[in-house]
Structures are given as C-alpha cells and as structure tokens.
C-alpha cells in the first residue's frame, strides 16, 4: 500500500478538518404552545405539528 512521502502540514490537516465540528441544532417555537421544537418534527410537550394535532398525548393523572 502506498505511503506518504512528505509530512502534511499542520495547516493541511486543520482545511481538511474544518467541516468536521458538531452543529447546533435550529430550534423553533411550536405554534400551540410555544415550546421550542426542531423543525420538520412533531412537538414533544403537545403533539402539534404545523398547527394540526398529530399525536395524541395521553393525559397523566
């Protein structure tokens, strides 16, 4: 298997490195109750997603 020859600079390292770092998720406010949910997904708190009911909560007593 081939090898390199030369040593890759700190520099070339750290390019190839700079699309490797965690994202922070966008977050939106659910438009039922205001919680703050990542887009394209169903509220956790309320079961709303894009103001129609899309989950029934079960109602803890």
């Known amino acids: 298997m081939p090898n390199p020859k030369r040593r890759h600079s700190k520099q070339r390292r750290n390019k190839r ?3 490797d770092t965690a994202m922070v998720p966008t977050l939106s406010a659910c438009s ?3 919680t703050a949910v990542m887009y394209h ?3 956790p708190e309320c079961g709303f997603y894009k103001g129609k009911l899309a989950i029934e909560k079960k109602v803890t007593a």
């Open 17 to 19: 490195r700079t699309h």
């Open 41 to 43: 997904r169903v509220c």
């Open 32 to 34: 039922n109750c205001g």
